[in-house]
């Protein structure tokens, strides 16, 4: 299958040879190979490769029109993260593409494969950076003047990886050409790892969002300044981490403080600032603001007794996601058509999993009632945010480890070419369907 030598031609790229993880940041050298890479793959194929004024890729086969089935994910990176999440999608719908065309497949109406940049956030800090500015959920203004740890603006480094960022902004002519979405992800959990099955089909993306969360207090020395003088940021940034831990417990939740800047960051200075960034995820939109609100109120009780400020400011928050009934119901019918397959050994196409990597935790029950597993996820997806503009749908296939953004990430590749299979299937029958008809 021809997936299995594009994803050994893209598996060395912006990996780290010590952790086997990935550092692929959206305009930074790894990114840019990989796009690179994607863009080579496509037009190997004769597929019409386009960049929009946002920096996403469109590869289209057949001429750009109305109607258009289209299918994706994404190539960039969370820092030292897994093969599979974002190029498993873009890889497999390549190879689709092959099949398909093994097949027979002609298309009476266009097929098109995006690659969404800043999906993960992992420069510049809002995920789905892509997606959101071509659906109009971010301002063009604000998405220039996004930073990255080393101060680069997402303007700068746009224009030095030689787009125009004073272009960026809503795309409804591009969105009003695609008649459905389908994105192939990795599953984010393991509760796939528990059935026969090797791909399963999304429910519902649960609502989620990222806070900053500033403490400003006063530097001063580490070894003169008494503790009863000291406006000491550290002590309620600490506080709130566990909070955030308690109250995601309280609400059956998901609250991480996962990255954090200290200024000055010295070993024998007091710090005068801690930034800090609080990713939450619950079941409902209620429970989500219930946490956070939650942990607001637990930072600004805990600034107040150490004499510091703070202020948490929201950078980006997608509601529920429910994807449409009708177009995941066929979606899980189109799949189920083929028989599951036995679950194989382990096969290493890059760094293998660990027995202690591997982990049950992070995933959902899934409802088996049409056969296939219909599954939510607590991640967020660039479908996600063209749902509530596009009918949109999600494929997972299986991850026996359970786990995502780490090297342990991991598919079998007998399960990757069952994804590669289903996904052509779905875009078969999706191509076949009357216009406007996807999601019925």
Not at 76 to 95: C, E, I, K, Q, Y
Not at 211 to 226: E, K, L, P
Not at 229 to 247: E, G, I, S, W
Not at 370 to 394: E, K, N, Q, S
Request: hydrophobic share 40%.
């Amino acid at each position: 299958m021809s997936f299995d030598r594009m994803w050994a031609d893209l598996a060395p790229v912006g990996r780290d040879a010590d952790s086997g993880g990935y550092h692929r940041y959206t305009w930074a050298g790894a990114d840019t190979d990989a796009r690179a890479w994607f863009t080579g793959e496509a037009a190997a194929r004769g597929l019409d490769v386009r960049t929009d004024r946002n920096g996403n890729l469109w590869a289209w086969w057949g001429a750009p029109g109305p109607g258009a089935v289209a299918t994706g994910s994404h190539l960039d990176s969370v820092p030292d993260g897994g093969a599979f999440d974002g190029p498993l999608g873009v890889a497999s719908a390549l190879a689709a593409v092959d099949e398909l065309r093994a097949r027979g497949v002609r298309p009476a109406r266009p097929l098109v494969l995006a690659v969404f940049v800043e999906e993960e956030g992992g420069r510049f800090g809002v995920p789905c950076l892509g997606s959101r500015l071509t659906a109009g959920e971010i301002s063009p203004e604000r998405a220039r003047g996004l930073t990255d740890a080393d101060g680069v603006t997402w303007a700068e480094a746009m224009e030095g990886a030689g787009h125009d960022p004073d272009l960026m902004g809503p795309d409804p002519d591009t969105l009003a050409l695609l008649d459905v979405f389908v994105e192939l992800h990795v599953e984010q959990g393991r509760a796939l790892e528990d059935t026969v099955h090797p791909v399963g089909v999304a429910s519902a993306i649960w609502p989620h969002g990222r806070w900053r969360m500033d403490f400003t207090g006063r530097a001063d020395h580490a070894g003169t300044t008494r503790l009863a003088d000291r406006n000491d940021p550290m002590l309620p940034f600490a506080h709130t981490v566990l909070a955030a831990r308690a109250l995601a417990e309280e609400h059956d939740a998901r609250a991480t403080v996962a990255r954090s800047v200290i200024v000055p960051n010295g070993t024998n200075a007091i710090p005068s600032l801690v930034n800090a960034w609080l990713d939450a995820r619950a079941d409902s939109e209620d429970t989500l603001m219930a946490v956070v609100e939650g942990v607001r109120a637990q930072a600004e009780a805990a600034a107040r007794e150490h004499g510091v400020g703070v202020a948490m400011t929201a950078e980006s928050l997608t509601p529920l996601v429910s994807f449409t009934h009708g177009l995941r119901d066929r979606l899980a019918a189109v799949v189920g058509t083929r028989a599951p397959d036995a679950r194989g050994p382990v096969l290493p196409t890059g760094r293998p999993p660990s027995p202690e990597g591997a982990s049950r935790g992070g995933g959902f029950p899934p409802s088996t009632a049409t056969g296939v597993p219909i599954l939510p996820t607590g991640a967020g997806h660039d479908a996600g945010v063209l749902a509530a503009h596009v009918p949109t749908a999600m494929l997972y296939v299986r991850n026996p480890t359970g786990v995502s953004h780490s090297p342990q990430e991991w598919a079998r590749p007998d399960d990757c070419h069952a994804g590669v299979l289903a996904l052509a299937d779905v875009l078969q029958d999706l191509l076949a369907r009357p216009v406007g008809e996807a999601a019925s």
